[in-house]
């Protein structure tokens, strides 16, 4: 069998398709069959040439990618379509829309790269490995359109559980027994990448409306994306989540998203826990990075920490959640079988750090159930 993935260029710009197709020869499996330059031109031909993986512009005439993601749906629903969009709001807000026309992914484009050897370099690092990832057979084939959350459908918290947590996951065998902590969960902590938005959309919607712990969230995506990403789970939600600000105290009811090229952690400042952003060197080549926000947790909180692994690619996370586990604070991570991509979650189960192992329609319920126990247990 051939190992070709057959790739489907779409953009209007025939300098762009040129260096998309110069910085794919670092990857002889990548073959580019068909190069359209609008998005009708791809729908016409995408049942023809049958790609792997198909990489789509944006803004383009006679038919943008959001229309043509749109139709090509029609056509197929497991065909991975990644969004190569500027990094502006206008490409952002369109990268979000088209993922929920049913998009796998996106990446941003070297805009302003100054070098056509720094332009190849941004796209190996931050096209191509997805380009690989999504061409894998084990990949969930469509990203589903995001789904508007009806408050009447949320889930009413469950009763709290008993003080001792079963710590018993889908895929035990790499299931860490919890270590039960002294007090009440006083901060979640949650990691994700590829596939995000949908799952934190699950996640998030899926929480009672008075769930109060402070919540901090680190998804890998660039500036713009996140604060677009924020304000799309606030409205569906109807929580007040919103990027974080370097300083602010940790609030009760916070849901706060690390701002792309910063990353987030916690700090003690006397009696108080504030947020702070920095710059330092990305960490596994991430920026936000989930490890430093498990860490600065693991020092603030200890065992009153949850950790929450999604779907992502990758391993960041798993030095934070080691760091989590050694304080006997639970781990949650999500399913292979849920997952867009196996790898952050993946990383987390197979190195032994989970407390539990969960698909994404349960994590709501298991973190409130985490969190009410503990709560319940510290006023015992």
């Known amino acids: 069998?051939?190992?070709?993935?057959?790739?489907?260029?779409?953009?209007?710009?025939?300098?762009?398709?040129?260096?998309?197709?110069?910085s794919m020869q670092s990857e002889p499996r990548l073959n580019v069959v068909f190069e359209a330059e609008n998005g009708l031109e791809a729908v016409s031909n995408v049942t023809k040439v049958k790609p792997d993986v198909i990489i789509m512009d944006v803004e383009m005439p006679v038919m943008d990618g959001v229309d043509a993601v749109r139709e090509i749906r029609k056509l197929s629903r497991t065909v991975p379509i990644i969004m190569f969009s500027s990094l502006t709001s206008r490409g952002a807000e369109a990268s979000f829309d088209?993922?929920?026309?049913?998009?796998?992914?996106?990446?941003?484009?070297?805009?302003g790269a100054g070098h056509i050897s720094k332009a190849m370099a941004s796209v190996r690092r931050d096209l191509i490995?997805?380009?690989?990832q999504w061409a894998q057979p084990h990949v969930q084939p469509v990203l589903s359109k995001l789904e508007q959350v009806?408050?009447?459908?949320?889930?009413?918290?469950?009763s709290p559980a008993p003080a001792s947590i079963p710590a018993v996951g889908s895929q035990s065998d790499s299931v860490r027994p919890l270590v039960k902590s002294a007090g009440g969960i006083?901060?979640?902590?949650v990691g994700v990448s590829t596939g995000g938005p949908q799952a934190l959309m699950k996640l998030l919607g899926g929480l009672p409306k008075d769930f109060s712990?402070?919540?901090?969230?680190?998804?890998?995506?660039?500036?713009v994306f996140t604060g677009l990403l924020a304000g799309r789970l606030a409205s569906q939600t109807g929580r007040p989540i919103r990027e974080a600000t370097d300083g602010e105290s940790l609030s009760s009811g916070a849901v706060l998203i690390a701002p792309g090229d910063y990353h987030m952690t916690v700090a003690r400042v006397q009696s108080t826990v504030v947020v702070k952003l920095d710059q330092n060197p990305p960490v596994n080549s991430c920026r936000p990075s989930v490890d430093p926000m498990f860490d600065s947790l693991a020092d603030c909180f200890g065992n009153q920490t949850l950790g929450v692994i999604l779907t992502g690619m990758g391993q960041d996370g798993m030095n934070g959640a080691k760091r989590l586990r050694d304080c006997g604070a639970p781990v949650i991570a999500q399913d292979e079988q849920s997952s867009v991509v196996w790898g952050m979650p993946g990383q987390i189960v197979?190195?032994?750090?989970a407390t539990k192992v969960l698909p994404i329609d349960q994590m709501a319920n298991e973190v409130t159930r985490i969190v009410l126990a503990e709560k319940s247990a510290s006023t015992i």
């Open 1 to 22: 069998m051939s190992n070709e993935i057959r790739v489907l260029l779409c953009d209007d710009s025939s300098v762009m398709r040129r260096l998309l197709k110069a």
């Open 98 to 111: 088209a993922i929920e026309a049913g998009a796998s992914d996106f990446a941003t484009k070297p805009i």
């Open 129 to 132: 490995p997805k380009v690989m």
């Open 150 to 158: 009806n408050p009447s459908s949320i889930q009413a918290a469950p």
């Open 186 to 189: 006083a901060a979640v902590g």
């Open 213 to 223: 712990t402070p919540i901090l969230i680190t998804q890998h995506m660039p500036p």
């Open 350 to 353: 197979k190195a032994g750090l």
